[in-house]
């Protein structure tokens, strides 16, 4: 099969070779020593400020999202929630399961986030935003310099889930003022489900510890107290930490996050203009892509995409992305992060030409 998929994605030879491996004890200073490596590269390749902190959770974005908004904020803050699908929703869930004060900022799916929407919640006492930096649901990117500029100007702490943008997409917690984000193992990363990784400014630092939730298991503080000496409270997904860990130097090496965001890019446009002459079409204006995925919208309103994520898996060995809910039917996505190769799109482009010639798009 070719995983076309946003995650798990296809994984590098070098991270399956170490993951065929026996697990180690990881109480050492050795796995101390990889421990407090993967923090100093994630809090580069996030482009995050001087004392930056990051936290390593074992458990999937979802709960890096609930930790986070649980450890960052109570019931006396007010937060912004940008909700433009499903990912959005999800911090909507999240704040409402945990009696937190929201406001929700509602987008059409694919809709940009603009500075006149905004301007609507300009000095209305907001203490905390949530917003994904690319909304996988959609394949958008949101404008994250308007959000930061606008964080800045009314004193709000930004929280962004950068799980799928992470990597395929520029981002800067410094340039952005972001003050904490997350990403997750699966996705850009190329590693196995089951880690997430948050990174947490000074001013997050200092939040999470005011706070101190109460919480056993999501409870950041403690993560940070253990994570000086390179450790974490619980036994961690050791295995995907050591691939974790190869991964971030291979991509040092490469030249970093540019690299990685050019790679990303190029992969995108490949198969963006190969698909140019089906009768798909783009969920967002194409200068509001984001390089991690796109999500084609089907022309022709008695043709399924539910069925061609189907017919794709059963007849030529291709997984794409269906969409949930109201968008099952009408769109699927194609992810362009993971180990791919040109080829590979080419296959899939072949066998989405072949599914329009047989009347399926
Ligand atoms: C994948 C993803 C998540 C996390 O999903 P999990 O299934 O919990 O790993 C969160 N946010 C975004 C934007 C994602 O793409």
Same mark, same amino acid.
């Given at each position: 099969m070719i995983n076309f998929t946003v995650g798990p994605v296809q994984m590098d030879d070098e991270t399956m070779k170490l993951g065929a491996g026996q697990i180690p004890y990881f109480r050492t200073p050795e796995f101390s020593a990889v421990m407090k490596e993967n923090e100093r590269l994630l809090c580069k390749f996030f482009d995050a400020p001087e004392e930056s902190r990051a936290i390593f959770m074992t458990g999937s974005g979802t709960a890096s999202m609930e930790a986070g908004v649980l450890n960052f904020f109570t019931g006396k803050d007010r937060l912004l929630v940008v909700n433009g699908g499903s990912f959005g929703h999800r911090f909507v869930e999240i704040c409402e399961l945990h009696g937190i004060p929201f406001t929700e900022i509602k987008l059409d799916y694919g809709e940009p986030l603009?500075?006149?929407?905004?301007? #609507?919640? !300009?000095?209305?006492?907001? +203490?905390? $935003?949530?917003? =994904?930096?690319? !909304?996988?649901?959609?394949?958008? #990117?949101?404008?994250?310099?308007?959000?930061?500029? $606008?964080?800045? *100007?009314?004193? /709000? %702490? #930004? %929280?962004?889930?950068?799980?799928?943008? %992470?990597?395929?997409?520029? %981002?800067?917690? *410094?340039?952005?003022?972001?003050?904490?984000? /997350? +990403?997750?193992? =699966?996705?850009?990363?190329? #590693?196995p489900p089951s880690m997430s990784f948050t990174v947490l400014d000074e001013q997050a630092v200092l939040r999470c510890q005011n706070i101190n939730v109460k919480n056993l298991y999501f409870n950041y503080p403690a993560y940070l107290r253990d994570g000086e000496r390179g450790q974490t409270p619980f036994t961690p997904a050791v295995g995907t930490l050591l691939q974790l860990n190869e991964k971030l130097r291979r991509i040092e090496v490469a030249g970093g996050m540019p690299v990685q965001n050019r790679l990303a890019k190029e992969r995108a446009s490949y198969f963006r203009t190969g698909i140019k002459n089906l009768p798909l079409a783009l969920l967002s204006e194409a200068k509001n892509l984001s390089n991690c995925v796109t999500a084609l919208r089907l022309k022709n309103h008695d043709r399924s995409a539910y069925r061609v994520f189907e017919l794709l898996k059963e007849e030529y060995g291709i997984w794409v992305c269906p969409n949930s809910g109201d968008m099952a039917d009408r769109v699927f996505r194609v992810g362009h992060i993971g180990s791919i190769s040109n080829e590979e799109f080419d296959r899939l482009i072949d066998a989405l030409c072949k599914l329009y010639e047989r009347n399926y798009l």
């Open positions: 603009k500075a006149a929407g905004l301007s #609507l919640y !300009e000095n209305k006492g907001y +203490t905390g $935003f949530l917003i =994904q930096l690319c !909304e996988t649901s959609t394949g958008i #990117l949101y404008d994250m310099d308007l959000v930061g500029d $606008f964080c800045l *100007r009314n004193h /709000i %702490f #930004l %929280f962004v889930d950068a799980v799928s943008g %992470f990597m395929a997409d520029a %981002f800067s917690m *410094r340039k952005m003022h972001v003050n904490a984000a /997350i +990403t997750g193992s =699966q996705k850009a990363l190329s #590693l």
